[in-house]
């Protein structure tokens, strides 16, 4: 008797991760969590440069001007609570230096036209497609930054505005990297603070936005676009509360797993998963405490993981620990 629903999927047999690909990951929280399992497993790499990201538009907002090169001014900032931030991007680059903010701010628009250039694969996460109107510029901002709430007005995204959104997204990045493979995926992350059923509407118009995009492609010539279903895994194969974090809300580490697991089946290179067990076997090696540090055993043990790690950087020269 088989007591869970298990989600289909296809494995893919061109365009697979290896330790060769480089990746971008852009978006919501859920997209840190797999972010970090890349970065664990040392892939080549970039998660967020912006800060996390929840809807479409500021995701389209900050592609765009990476890809365009256009970079930012005294005149994209605001001052709030004695720092200045930006509208379009997460409170990580916020600072109490307006010129820290730009260089920062510029510095991620210069690497992510890098990466994008450079990339082999780009994940785009979605998490909501509630989003923050500013009422003096009628722009949709990344992050409010606290500022009070009467400045903005909040409106839910049609599932047009959503694939317009998208749609810009893969265009501006093909502008650049027309060979990329670009993966859509929408969080398992319930945004619960915009209502139940908010959020069900949230969901349901990235998810159908994105499926629009997905089947204008299949009938194009950009046909390397692609959907990973960890919302559909979360809601069917995780159907139970303990495999959430205390608030209930987000998914836990028992979650992730099985979440990165089931993208791993078909989304990764069989030929990267001995590679994928080494690096496993350094990282919990460095990881180890010894009960004596002096000791002959440990010396031996530091020498091998040395060994292991020197026999890695050989082949790859970007995995550095």
């Known amino acids: 008797m088989n007591f869970q629903t298990t989600i289909p999927l296809k494995e893919q047999i061109d365009n697979r991760i290896d330790y060769h690909s480089s990746l971008l990951l852009l978006g919501s929280c859920f997209v840190e969590n797999i972010g970090e399992k890349f970065s664990y497993y040392k892939f080549k790499s970039l998660q967020n440069p912006f ?93 409010c930054h606290k500022v009070p ?60 936005g994105i499926h629009q995009l997905l089947g204008e492609s299949k009938s194009s010539k950009h046909d390397a676009l692609y959907y990973f279903p960890s919302f559909e895994i979360m809601m069917d194969e995780l159907r139970d509360y303990r495999f959430y974090t205390e608030d209930m809300l987000h998914p836990n580490k028992v979650a992730i797993q099985h979440i990165w697991e089931r993208f791993c089946r078909v989304w990764v290179s069989k030929y990267a998963l001995p590679t994928m067990g080494l690096v496993d076997d350094i990282q919990k090696g460095l990881r180890h405490k010894p009960f004596n540090p002096n000791s002959e055993a440990h010396k031996v043990f530091l020498e091998r993981l040395e060994s292991k790690k020197k026999l890695l950087q050989s082949e790859f020269e970007h995995i550095k620990f």
């Open 51 to 143: 800060g996390i990201l929840f809807n479409p538009v500021s995701v389209e907002t900050l592609v765009r001007r990476a890809v365009q090169e256009d970079l930012y001014s005294d005149n994209d900032l605001i001052f709030q609570n004695e720092r200045w931030h930006c509208f379009d991007a997460h409170s990580n680059l916020s600072d109490s230096s307006k010129q820290e903010v730009i260089t920062a701010l510029n510095s991620a628009i210069n690497l992510t036209h890098k990466c994008i250039t450079n990339a082999t694969h780009i994940i785009v996460t979605l998490g909501t497609a509630w989003v923050y109107r500013n009422k003096e510029t009628q722009a949709i901002v990344a992050n």
């Open 149 to 208: 709430q009467r400045n903005f007005d909040k409106v839910l995204l049609s599932v047009d505005e959503v694939y317009q959104s998208i749609k810009g997204v893969v265009e501006e990045i093909h502008r650049i990297n027309p060979n990329v493979t670009i993966m859509f995926t929408v969080s398992p992350v319930r945004h619960i603070k915009d209502g139940f059923i908010e959020n069900t509407q949230s969901k349901a118009h990235l998810i159908s």
